[in-house]
Nanobody, 128 residues
Framework: QVQLVESGGGLAQAGGSLRLSCAAS????????MGWFRQAPGKERESVAA????????YYADSVKGRFTISRDNAKNTVYLQMNSLKPEDSAVYYC?????????????????????WGQGTQVTVSS
């Protein structure tokens, strides 16, 4: 069982930055994925970024490449999402998640259906 708690959301202006944190407790696995997802009103949940606790894989959605950075602090069991150059279209509820299986090195990113544990979500609102 894994418990996830997100923090760091809020209001930012376009062009600004926010950093989200996701603290994990319980049993985690080094080659399992930690992902960030987001869901805007009326839209489907989409994957934003993902990594493994070992750092063997990293993934970014095209829409955030070059602006968002996912990182982890294994000692703190925490994953971060640094969001720079924010745009109004980045506004959404952001969720972190822990996968239900390993994400093998070089393998395709896991789909949201392969994530078993989810945080409660944190709202990010970007004003223009």
């Amino acid at each position: 069982q894994v418990q996830l708690v997100e923090s760091g959301g809020g209001l930012a202006q376009a062009g600004g930055s926010l950093r989200l944190s996701c603290a994990a407790s319980g049993r985690t696995f080094s080659n399992y994925a930690m992902g960030w997802f987001r869901q805007a009103p009326g839209k489907e949940r989409e994957s934003v970024a993902a990594t493994t606790w070992s750092g063997s894989n990293t993934y970014y959605a095209d829409s955030v490449k070059g602006r968002f950075t996912i990182s982890r602090d294994n000692a703190k069991n925490t994953v971060y999402l640094q969001m720079n150059s924010l745009k109004p279209e980045d506004s959404a509820v952001y969720y972190c998640a822990h996968s239900s299986r390993a994400w093998n090195r070089g393998g395709a990113p896991l789909t949201q259906y392969e994530y078993a544990y989810w945080g409660q979500g944190t709202q990010v609102t970007v004003s223009s």
